[in-house]
């Protein structure tokens, strides 16, 4: 198969949604990562998704949809997420949420969890395509599982080119890390930092948010380990570059590349992974990385650099 890029534009939403309607796969930016969508409805699109990634049945996937109203179709409202929707969609931030009887998704989206995971993206592009095709889109990030995540169509077409019918080309992805995912099916739990700072999160709440943690009842199974790896090795914390390894940076180090000079938690996490990729297609065995604040932004981009650097199964 050959994989087209699409223009972001009116004939663009139609081609694309005209794939997704006859069971194919499109990626498409988001403001946080590119995603690699099928309609949700659609048992074999989205066995398609699972294939393409060669990503594990039982890790669900975020539906996408373009209203806070359709996001009640299917799953069970609270007050937690009209409060959340109201401050924060359209927005980086994922509600998982009881699952409706009556929503008629594929049990493949949800890996058979009673839960679903709903998003309402702000990205002009996820919205246009959203609204030509008109339906529950179901979207991963668009890599390879386990890989880096794409900020850039050129990401999605290194490790998807071939598997997937097309990619609607929106250039960068301006927050660069993915959605912060908040657990509403009892008292709320950050299941994923992400690109909306969990403090946020918590002054729009009016309480402070807890982490999911071992054992919990609500499980975020895609949490694993190892994640969001490059080829080489990573070393984080790093205060110095050792022999045969490269240096990302933050702040004012000298480093072969800097996520952001300035000390910017926001202009870091936009250069986040596609720094990760650019040291990576320059065969880079080691990087290290030098320590980045852990509040706000810090605390996604620490989350995928702690899993960019473990034990890898
Ligand atoms: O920013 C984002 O969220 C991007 C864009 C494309 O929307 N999507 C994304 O999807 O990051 P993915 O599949 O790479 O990560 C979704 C995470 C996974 O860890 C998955 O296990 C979790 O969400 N998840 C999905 N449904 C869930 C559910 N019902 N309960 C708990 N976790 C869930
Ligand atoms: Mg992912």
């Avoid at 699972?50 to 996408?64: Q, T």
């Avoid at 339906?135 to 850039?152: E, H, L, M, W, Y």
């Avoid at 169509?153 to 993915?178: N, Q, T």
């Avoid at 992974?273 to 290290?288: C, Y």
Wanted: hydrophobic share 45%; charged share 20%; glycine share 10%.
């Amino acid at each position: 198969m050959e994989t087209t890029c699409l223009s972001p534009d009116e004939a663009g939403f139609a081609s694309a949604a005209a794939i997704l309607r006859a069971g194919g796969l499109v990626a498409f930016p988001t403001e946080t990562v590119y995603g690699l969508g099928a309609d949700a409805r659609q048992d074999h699109a989205v066995a398609r998704i699972f294939k393409a990634k060669e990503r594990p049945r039982f890790n669900p996937l975020i539906v996408h949809v373009s209203s806070i109203e359709i996001a009640r179709a299917y799953v069970e409202w609270n007050d937690f997420a009209d409060v959340l929707a109201r401050a924060f969609w359209p927005g980086p931030l994922t509600l998982v949420l009881p699952l409706r009887p009556d929503a008629g998704l594929s049990s493949l989206v949800t890996a058979d969890l009673p839960t679903l995971a709903v998003r309402l993206p702000a990205h002009p592009v996820a919205q246009g395509l959203l609204e030509a095709f008109d339906g529950p889109v179901a979207a991963p990030s668009a890599n390879p599982s386990g890989k880096i995540s794409p900020t850039q169509a050129a990401h999605v077409l290194a490790g998807l080119s071939g598997r997937i019918e097309a990619v609607l080309d929106g250039g960068a992805c301006p927050v660069g890390v993915e959605s912060t995912i908040v657990g509403l099916a009892d008292a709320p739990v950050l299941l994923r930092p992400g690109g909306l700072p969990a403090e946020a999160i918590e002054a729009a709440l009016g309480q402070p948010i807890r982490l999911h943690g071992a054992g919990d009842p609500l499980s975020a199974p895609g949490q694993m380990q190892s994640h969001y790896a490059p080829g080489g090795l990573v070393r984080l914390n790093a205060t110095e570059r050792r022999d045969g390894e490269v240096l990302l940076g933050f702040g004012a180090v000298e480093a072969d590349l800097n996520l952001s000079a300035a000390g910017d938690l926001t202009e870091a996490a936009a250069n986040l992974f596609r720094h990760l990729h650019a040291l990576d297609a320059q065969g880079a065995r080691v990087i290290a990385v030098t320590p980045i604040p852990d509040h706000g932004l810090g605390r996604a981009i620490n989350d995928r650099l702690r899993r960019a650097a473990a034990p890898r199964e």
